[in-house]
T-cell receptor
């Protein structure tokens, strides 16, 4: 019973490099989310998806792109990494509203040098 | 602006005592409130939720109280244990179909043996 799985767990990038973070859920959830967590800032929503093939911007979308080609996967891309994107990234998934309890992965710790 | 916030950044309690973690919110349109626990190096874990038309909900060793008059939410943990040491976040879900949650900054609970 994996729940929400994020890969990789850790990554170090140089400024300007690109990478993709993968989120996979096995709960057949419609909704998926990407957050970043910085010290003293709580969790901030980057992008989210309300179903396969859909994406929408969250609170801090600049510098990131996402894709939801399959219901179980939600990819977060950084095209040209910047030091300001050093953070811990969390993926979450949920059933349809109204209740919407989000279940989180273990996170990806990203450092951009 | 609208926000979900916590009254204290750190709460220190003796093992066996009861803990009360507080949260203030500003948006009356939210229909669900959720508490999450985040242990060091892990993703947030769902604890308990409460619908906006309820005042109180109990779980195993936890109780959530909602006071809509003063827009205040609290999490009570009975007989606090060392394993309860973590950061606790409250989150509010705005009415509608996006499922988005607005998270507070978090309160660190430290349990002294």
């Amino acid at each position: 019973n994996a729940g929400v799985t994020q890969t990789p767990k850790f990554r170090v990038l140089k400024t300007g490099q690109s990478m993709t973070l993968l989120c996979a859920q096995d709960m057949n959830h419609e909704y998926m989310y990407w957050y970043r967590q910085d010290p003293g800032m709580g969790l901030r929503l980057i992008h989210y998806s309300v179903g396969e093939g859909t994406t929408a911007k969250g609170e801090v979308p600049d510098g990131y792109n996402v894709s939801r080609l399959k219901k179980q996967n939600f990819l977060l891309g950084l095209e040209s990494a910047a030091p300001s994107q050093t953070s811990v990234y969390f993926c979450a998934s949920s059933r349809d509203p109204p209740k919407n309890i989000q279940y989180f992965g273990a996170g990806t710790r990203l450092s951009v040098l | 602006g609208e926000s979900v916030g916590l009254h204290l950044p750190t709460l220190s309690v003796q093992e066996g005592d009861n803990s009360i973690i507080n949260c203030a919110y500003s948006n009356s349109a939210s229909d669900y409130f959720i508490w999450y626990k985040q242990e060091s190096g892990k993703g947030p874990q769902f604890i308990i939720d409460i619908r906006s038309n309820m005042d109180k909900r109990q779980g195993q060793r936890v109780t959530v109280l909602l006071n809509k008059t003063v827009k205040h939410l609290s999490l009570q943990i009975a007989a606090t244990q060392p394993g309860d040491s973590a950061v606790y976040f409250c989150a509010e879900k705005r009415s509608g179909n996006t499922g988005k949650l607005i998270f507070g900054q978090g309160t660190t609970l430290q349990v002294k043996p």
